[in-house]
């Protein structure tokens, strides 16, 4: 069973950058489906954005070409790196883990989840 743990989280202001970290242990991750979803106040949890085995990548649409998701496999570890950060971005952020998936986007397809962590961006 692999379990994961966010962290990088904090409070910056529009337009800067964070590097999101997300170390996995118990297992490695190199043949999981990693998944990075975000959690607004009061709104549903949705999809960021996620990384194959292959290498692929997808992203919704409104963090395409802000935020990148990149994987160490020495490390065990995914990164999410957020760019041009925006207030809208404010949510709790988290990764997460499945070897069966369908597209990736939907959080029921992901059987492991980190804890968070929280960003927030001030205008």
């Known amino acids: 069973q692999v379990q994961l743990a966010e962290s990088g989280g904090g409070l910056v202001q529009a337009g800067d950058s964070l590097r999101l970290s997300c170390a996995a242990s118990g297992r490695t991750i190199s043949n999981y489906v990693m998944g990075w979803f975000r959690q607004a106040p009061g709104k549903e949890r949705e999809f960021v954005g996620n990384?194959?085995?292959?290498?692929?990548?997808y992203y919704t649409d409104s963090v395409k070409g802000r935020f990148t998701i990149s994987r160490d496999n020495a490390k065990n570890t995914v990164y999410l790196q957020m760019n041009s950060l925006k207030p809208e971005d404010t949510a709790i952020y988290y990764c997460?883990?499945?070897?069966?998936?369908?597209?990736?986007?939907?959080?029921?397809?992901?059987?492991?989840w980190g804890q968070g962590t929280q960003v927030t961006v001030s205008s």
């Open positions: 990384r194959w085995s292959s290498g692929n990548t």
């Open positions: 997460a883990a499945s070897r069966r998936v369908v597209d990736g986007i939907r959080p029921l397809e992901y059987e492991t």
